[in-house]
């Protein structure tokens, strides 16, 4: 059977056609934004410069690609068509007559629609995982600079002890097949989950504990949502059958959290030491409030701009990581989209077919590189304040 083709206008117009959604989505977000960023705060001042609009449509260009990946992509990133086994760019499926824009690889699958629901993978995992991790590094972070001593001795050391492995060593000793045999990917995502719900059960109870009727209610929905949460992750037992999580996809999680909050704990013990010396933080201290409410409600809004600024740029080395991890096929299952997996399968006839390589790699770049001037936007901002 004969293959068409379309040339290099055509798919063009065909990229810019099947991301339709997306340019909907980004014009609307970009209106409201710049019709209304007097009163979005931090957000709004975003568009004042070039870079923070460019970070912000990037990020935001990726969100809704994986929002809309069933519209965007025309076909599904598991189904091959044999005629089309390493087409180049352009290729016409005879049967649907939909044409594979950037071609077929070598298991005869759309390069377009992989990349496309590839970033669902990535914008699930790696935001997840270190919004996780900043949970954990922050809980610990905040009473080992407030109180210093022993505490602030003994969890440094733990600390300085996980970086001191290499990254990627401790990521291959996570996340290797024999690994998860074991309960300790079970047990680490047990102690680690754990962490989100003990730090809204204490901001809540720090702030409303003289009013028992809101504060009861706080933690109930705390507990109620955490711990849905919570037995859907660690133990694939979500009721509702909405969370769920495969083992090699725990792993990765744990590990990504794992790895993440030594560098997280860091930084906010830092900047406890910090701003504790402040006059606010005195006043607080003379007020009589215990030192968990200056903590979280004195210190840590205080410290939310360098937070949010490791938060932007750890998502991109955890992005980076998940493709590091995909290539040498150490990440999801073999016939995921992810786009380290599309490197990884891409790769091995890189002398010959070139064009698998590109989009997942463009992908991740570029995905990458929004965060990054996402990150310098929050940074020029936050030292203006």
Known sequence: MQVDYIGTFGIILGV????????????IILFFS???????????????????VAGVMICCFWLFTAIFAGTVAPFDPLAQF??????????LEPETGQAFLFGGDRLARDVFSRMVFGSQIVLIIAPAATLFALMVGTTLGLPAGYY???????????????LAFPVILLFYLLVTPGIRETPIPQWMAGTFFIFPIVFFVTLFWTRYRSRPQLLAIQLALTLLIGGWVYVGLVFNADPLGIISISSNQLNIFVAVVFASSPGVFRIV????????????VAAAQTRGESPWYIMLWEVLPNARGPLIVDVCLRIGYTTI??????????????????????IKESSRLLRAYVHPALPPVFALMSFVLGLNLLADALREQSLKD
């Open 16 to 27: 810019l056609a099947r991301f339709w959604p997306v340019w909907v989505a980004l014009v």
């Open 34 to 52: 710049l019709r209304f960023r007097k009163q979005l705060g931090l957000y709004g001042h975003l568009f004042d410069t070039g870079v923070g």
């Open 82 to 91: 044999p005629i089309m086994k390493n087409v180049v760019p352009g290729a």
């Open 148 to 162: 210093g001593g022993r505490i602030d001795s003994f969890l440094s050391f733990l600390a300085n002890l996980v």
């Open 269 to 280: 013990r830092g900047l406890v030491m910090d701003i504790k010396t402040r006059d606010y």
């Open 321 to 342: 990581l998940l493709g590091t991890l995909g290539y040498f096929g150490l990440g999801l299952a073999p016939e995921s989209p992810d786009w380290g997996t599309g």
